[in-house]
Structure formats: C-alpha cells, structure tokens
Nanobody, 124 residues
Framework: QVHLVESGGGLVQAGDSLRLSCAAS????????MAWFRQAPGKEREFVTA????????DYADSVKGRFTISRDNAKNTMYLQMNSLKPEDTAVYYC?????????????????WGRGTQVTVSS
C-alpha cells in the first residue's frame, strides 16, 4: 500500500555531489524505518544507509561513511540521500525502501516496500 519513487540520479564526475529523493505515498503512517540500497551491474543489492522515523538511529555502510548523509522529512513523506565526494565505485541503481518496524536492518528481506530505483553514474 506504500508507493516509493526515487529521483535525483544522473551522470556526474568523480568528486561531484548528488542528492537523491524518495517520495512516499499511500499508507505511509505505517512506515517507521526507511533505507537506501544500491545495486551495481552483476552484484547483489547492498545496504547503504537507513534511519528510523525520528532519525535517532542511523547506519551507514563502511564504503559511504563520511560521504553520504541520510535524512527524512516526515511532513513531506520524503527521504533524502546527500552524496558527496562521489567515486566511480558509487555507480549503481539506488533504491529506497521502507519497513513497518521501528528497527533498522540491513537486509533486503527486512523491508516491505521498494521504489523502482534511480541510476547514479560516476565517471572518472
């Protein structure tokens, strides 16, 4: 019942920044945790970062710590991923996800709703 739509992806050069957005609609009051995942060609979808509805619990994958920042505007039902100092290895389809639980998890199966993804390509 929750619909997620990512936006903000694009083609950038190494060192550039992007801000991804994930707009949620539908039965959003049941989603207590939101997350970002990414998937590069030929690789498994991997956890990037997540936070609870109140932002008190935030996790980041080691590969993005210090460069990416997750935030959420509950009033707008929108989640953001600020990505700075982008590297070619950040190239992937980025997905937003949500789950009906006040617990941050890092596995795909832990999330109930998914967007279709937005492509981020970082050139050297």
């Amino acid at each position: 019942q929750v619909h997620l739509v990512e936006s903000g992806g694009g083609l950038v050069q190494a060192g550039d920044s992007l801000r991804l957005s994930c707009a949620a609609s539908g039965r959003t009051f049941t989603t207590y945790t939101m997350a970002w995942f990414r998937q590069a060609p030929g690789k498994e979808r991997e956890f990037v970062t997540a936070l609870k509805w109140n932002g008190d619990s935030t996790d980041y994958a080691d590969s993005v710590k210090g460069r990416f920042t997750i935030s959420r505007d509950n009033a707008k039902n929108t989640m953001y991923l600020q990505m700075n100092s982008l590297k070619p290895e950040d190239t992937a389809v980025y997905y937003c996800a949500a789950r009906d639980s006040y617990t941050v998890v890092t596995t795909q199966r832990g999330y109930d709703y998914w967007g279709r993804g937005t492509q981020v390509t970082v050139s050297s």
